[in-house]
């Protein structure tokens, strides 16, 4: 019981996450970011994907989290280094809901620090 308490818990906070950097990733603030990524079927399926795990009446499995995650892993592999100018916002917004969806599979430790 206490594994699926642990694992609402982080799925509770990555939805927390989702809503406070999801919106930057989706807004349209970089036109480099917006057309480099928007004709990548990742892209398509990141938007399901956050919208879905925006409505707090759908329930969120881990399986969802793991799909987030690549969806983003593919995106942000489209830049070689961190973007600067206006698509430095989305693109570390995408690596913030990445580092935190990672907590939730397990791929990185409670006490990693996110810097």
């Known amino acids: 019981m206490k594994v ?3 694992l609402a818990r982080r799925i509770e906070r990555f939805r927390v996450v989702l809503e406070r950097f999801g919106p930057i990733v989706e807004a349209g603030l970089s036109r480099e970011w917006t057309e480099t990524v928007s004709n990548e079927p990742d892209w398509l399926a990141l938007r399901d994907l956050m919208s879905r795990l925006h409505d707090e009446s759908s329930p969120v499995r ?4 793991a799909s987030l995650l690549e969806c983003i892993g593919n995106l942000l592999d489209l830049w070689d280094e961190d973007p600067m100018a206006s698509t430095y916002y989305p693109y570390k917004a995408a690596e913030l809901i990445e580092l935190h969806g990672r907590m939730v599979t397990g791929d990185l430790s409670d006490n990693a620090r996110l810097v």
Do not use: E, H
């Open 4 to 6: 699926t308490m642990d």
């Open 62 to 65: 881990i399986d969802d989290v």
